[in-house]
């Protein structure tokens, strides 16, 4: 999915660097936790298709190719317990030898999610420090 394709990570990676203020504070990620929420669809990847089915048509193959959306991606603030998964993820991090890198959460939300769909997946997001050194020199 998503997290398996390295482009749309980094592509995220800067996204969630600028909504996040990654760039212009220096201690997120490190000292303070950041959690972002990324609203994603699957959706036709041919526009007839997507139209088909968003006007009703009954001609719409049953089988289609798909492609993932982003539909929106929000920061939010963690609760207590996300804050330990933060504190886990960021020390795990710096064990690997990661320390200079920021670490947050993503959570992909289904865009069909509901509270108990079980439609969503966490991941720990690493962003490389070298990507705040490029917009600092």
Not at 41 to 52: M, R
């Amino acid at each position: 999915m998503f997290i398996l394709n390295p482009l749309l990570m980094s592509f995220l990676k800067i996204g969630v660097a600028i909504d996040c203020g990654l760039i212009d504070n220096p201690r997120i990620g490190f000292d303070v936790p950041f959690g972002v929420r990324v609203d994603i669809a699957i959706e036709p990847s041919d526009v007839l298709d997507f139209a088909g089915l968003y006007l009703g048509s009954k001609s719409v193959r049953e089988k289609l190719q798909g492609m993932v959306q982003v539909n929106a991606m929000a920061q939010y603030e963690l609760t207590p317990e996300r804050v330990d998964k933060w504190r886990q993820a960021r020390a795990r991090h710096d064990a690997e030898g990661f320390a200079k890198d920021p670490v947050g959460l993503v959570d992909f939300i289904g865009a069909t999610c509901t509270e108990h769909s079980g439609n969503a997946a966490t991941v720990e997001l690493h962003s490389s420090a070298k990507l705040f050194k490029c917009h600092n020199t």
